[in-house]
């Protein structure tokens, strides 16, 4: 089974430019997550996806950062523009929900390593 | 707000040495706990996860056991081999909170040959 794929793996970028990520989930899990893992610290999540329909996106800084999910497969997160903060890894993880909803497992991509000079 | 405390890092043992990661937790609902694992240059994997309270979750010869009277999910190993060198995440996930998974911040472990 393919895991969770995520382009680029890297990306440098000079500030006030934009950039984005893509996600491909495992096949056939509906919930599609993205966190931003700052170095030093756990993966913060930024958006939740169920199929097409966004779950939370209360963490996401929506002045600068949008994400889609169109027909409910594979995802796009976008900043524009970006700011120095931003350097940070950008996870993408995805989950079937079969575990039952809080204790299910999430598969996370390899991620994006983004750096903003 | 839901959080997760691990113990500071970087840890470095040698190898067949007994490892204990430290995890507490405050939590508004009642959690489910999970230990990711991140190798190096590798995405995060669940490790092992405990739905329950007095639940053991345990894979690859690591345990952890879910405490709720001392709100602690600590991580330990009897045997670390080199194999097991990589950063290790204490999360939860909470029914009845913010329902996001929460993640600590991370221990790195190395392990010596």
């Known amino acids: 089974e393919a895991g969770v794929a995520q382009s680029p793996r890297y990306k440098i970028i000079e500030k006030r430019q934009s950039v984005a990520f893509w996600c491909n989930p495992i096949?056939?899990?509906?919930?599609l997550y993205w966190y931003q893992q700052i170095l030093g610290q756990g993966p913060k999540l930024l958006i939740q996806f169920q199929n097409n329909g966004v779950v939370d996106d209360s963490q996401l800084p929506k002045d600068r950062f949008s994400a889609e999910r169109l027909k409910g497969v594979d995802s796009t997160l976008k900043i524009q523009p970006a700011k120095l903060e931003d350097s940070a890894v950008y996870l993408c993880?995805?989950?079937?929900?079969?575990?039952?909803?809080?204790?299910?497992?999430?598969?996370f991509g390899p991620g994006t390593r983004l750096l903003v000079l | 707000g839901d959080s997760v405390t691990q113990m500071e890092g970087p840890v470095t043992l040698s190898e067949e040495a007994f490892l204990t990661i430290n995890c507490t937790y405050t939590a508004t609902g009642y959690p489910s706990l999970f230990w990711y694992v991140q190798y190096p240059g590798e995405g995060l994997q669940l490790l092992l996860k405990?739905?329950?309270?007095?639940d053991k979750g345990s894979n690859k010869g690591f345990e952890a056991t879910y405490r709720k009277e001392t709100t602690s999910f600590h991580l330990e190993k009897g045997s670390v081999q080199v194999s097991d060198s990589a950063v290790y995440f204490c999360a939860l996930r909470t029914e009845g909170g913010s329902e996001k998974l929460v993640f600590g911040k991370g221990t790195k472990l190395t392990v010596n040959p």
């Open positions: 405990a739905t329950k309270a007095d």
């Open positions: 096949s056939g899990h509906a919930t």
């Open positions: 993880a995805s989950s079937d929900g079969t575990s039952g909803r809080f204790g299910e497992t999430q598969y």
